[in-house]
C-alpha cells in the first residue's frame, strides 16, 4: 500500500503561484499511475491533472488545466503540482491519489480509480 501526505499549500494572491508536493511512502511508487483532484465544500471532486507511472504521459482537463503541471521525480516518491496564474476559483482543497498503472485513458479522470488518497492541502487565492 501507498500513503502519501500532500503539502505546498496556502493563501495567495490571484496571480501567484504554489507548487504542491505528495510524498509516496512505499517502493511501488514507480508503478502507479497518479492524479491530482480538488473539491470545493459541497461539490464533487474534480480531476486536475494526472500522470502516467514513468511520466512520460500526462492527463488533463481542460476546465483546470490553464497554468498548471503536473510532474513526478520517482527517485524521491514524489509527485508535484505547479500552480501559477491561480485565481480565486482555484480555491480547493487538492488531493493527490494514487492509482495501478496500465488503466484506460478514460479511467484517469475517474476518482474510484484511485486506489489511495492524501488527506489534502488547502489552496486558498484571494483577490
Known amino acids: 500500500q501507498v500513503q502519501l501526505v500532500e503539502s505546498g499549500g496556502g493563501l495567495v494572491q490571484a496571480g501567484g503561484s504554489l507548487r504542491l508536493s505528495c510524498a509516496a511512502s512505499?517502493?511501488?511508487?514507480?508503478?502507479?499511475?497518479m492524479g491530482w483532484f480538488r473539491q470545493v465544500s459541497g461539490k464533487e471532486r474534480e480531476f486536475v491533472l494526472g500522470?502516467?507511472?514513468?511520466?512520460?504521459?500526462?492527463y488533463y482537463a481542460g476546465s483546470v488545466k490553464g497554468g498548471f503541471t503536473i510532474s513526478r521525480d520517482n527517485a524521491k516518491n514524489t509527485v508535484y503540482l505547479q500552480l501559477n496564474s491561480l485565481k480565486p476559483e482555484d480555491t480547493a482543497v487538492y488531493y493527490c491519489?494514487?492509482?495501478?498503472?496500465?488503466?484506460?485513458?478514460?479511467?484517469?479522470?475517474?476518482?474510484?480509480?484511485?486506489?489511495?488518497w492524501g488527506q489534502g492541502t488547502q489552496v486558498t487565492v484571494s483577490s
Open positions: 512505499g517502493r511501488a511508487f514507480s508503478t502507479y499511475t
Open positions: 500522470i502516467s507511472a514513468s511520466g512520460g504521459r500526462t
Open positions: 491519489a494514487a492509482a495501478p498503472d496500465k488503466i484506460s485513458s478514460s479511467a484517469v479522470v475517474v476518482p474510484t480509480t484511485y486506489d489511495y
